[in-house]
């Protein structure tokens, strides 16, 4: 299951899981520089970045719609 959790994001528009908690309440938020997947239950967005899933500091985000879930989830 590791590995699944693993593997690359892929396309916006796919369904996937949190590559962290490995929910499916996962939507894809474009803040206007990358698109990203973001968990709607732990609260992390992700981002695939040369073949490995990197998780997106709140910051990288500015003016995202979805920041207030990030900046909660940092609590």
């Not at 590995?3 to 499916?24: E, F, H, I, K, N």
């Not at 709607?40 to 979805?66: D, F, L, S, Y």
Request: contains cysteine; hydrophobic residues 30%; proline residues 7%.
């Amino acid at each position: 299951m590791t590995q699944y959790l693993m593997d690359p994001l892929g396309p916006v528009g796919a369904a996937t899981r949190c590559p962290d908690c490995g929910s499916s309440h996962t939507t894809w938020v474009d803040p206007g520089v990358q698109d990203n997947l973001l968990c709607k239950t732990c609260g992390v967005c992700w981002h695939e970045e040369n073949g490995h899933n990197a998780q997106v500091g709140v910051v990288a985000c500015p003016g995202c719609e979805h920041r207030d879930v990030c900046v909660a989830a940092r609590g």
